[in-house]
């Protein structure tokens, strides 16, 4: 089967940079995703890794290690709108090529 | 940018009730799903649709039912709804990423 495993919540302040970790156990992993959503709205893409090392988009980074079974998002210069949940989501070829989503992290940015 | 509509963002019904949740995308995407989302479990796959009329089960698809009848909308159907149906429940389209809706939150009394 597959399992994700990350921290429920996470405290930063405002200007910091967090990381967000992600552990998983799936057989035939096809990449890892990653979803921000704020309270009472729809999740959305942030970022994907199909490959090892790190992607970057603006203040946000991925990071992919297959070998670990192990990812990470990365925000920097964070900001109080960054306060949302974020999950990581693994798209699994025994998995008819679809995503199974971790539990989430809500991460919390303070001034 | 692609849109996805959920018919309902809030829902009461009552338990034994039929219920329907419909999604419509607007890009033409082969792929929808349906996701439920509770605290602490984050979403969980109910039911998924490669193509018109074509349903595959997700993790949890026991008292849900789906319907694709046309490649737009991708309805999500509670035979007899129970208070353990109690959630929000999110439509997806696509695949790589995925574009959701803003969730229907339902309540079965």
């Known amino acids: 089967g597959q399992s994700l495993e990350q921290p429920s919540e996470v405290t930063a302040v405002e200007g910091a940079i967090v990381q967000i970790n992600c552990t998983y156990q799936t057989s035939g992993f096809y990449g890892l995703s990653w979803y921000q959503q704020h309270d009472g709205g729809a999740p959305t893409f942030l970022s994907y890794?199909?490959?090892?090392g790190l992607e970057e988009t603006g203040r946000f980074s991925s990071f992919l290690s297959r070998s670990d079974s192990y990812g990470y998002l990365l925000l920097q210069e964070l900001q109080m709108k960054d306060s949302a949940s974020y999950f990581c989501a693994v798209r699994s070829t025994n998995y008819g090529q679809n995503f199974v989503f971790g539990p989430g992290t809500r991460l919390s940015v303070l001034p | 940018d692609v849109k996805v509509t959920q018919s309902s963002r809030y829902l009461v019904k009552r338990t034994g009730e039929k219920v329907f949740l419909e999604c419509v995308q607007d890009?033409?995407?082969?792929?929808m799903f349906w996701y439920r989302q509770d605290p602490g479990l984050g979403l969980r796959l109910i039911y998924f649709s490669y193509d018109v009329k074509m349903k595959e089960k997700g993790d949890i698809p026991e008292g849900y039912s789906v319907s694709r009848e046309k490649k737009e909308r991708f309805s999500l159907i509670l035979e007899s709804a129970s208070t353990n149906q109690t959630s929000m429940y999110l439509c997806?389209?696509?695949?790589?990423?995925?574009?959701f809706g803003d969730g229907t939150r339902l309540s079965i009394l």
């Open positions: 890794n199909g490959l090892d």
């Open positions: 890009m033409d995407h082969e792929n």
């Open positions: 997806a389209s696509s695949s790589q990423p995925q574009h």
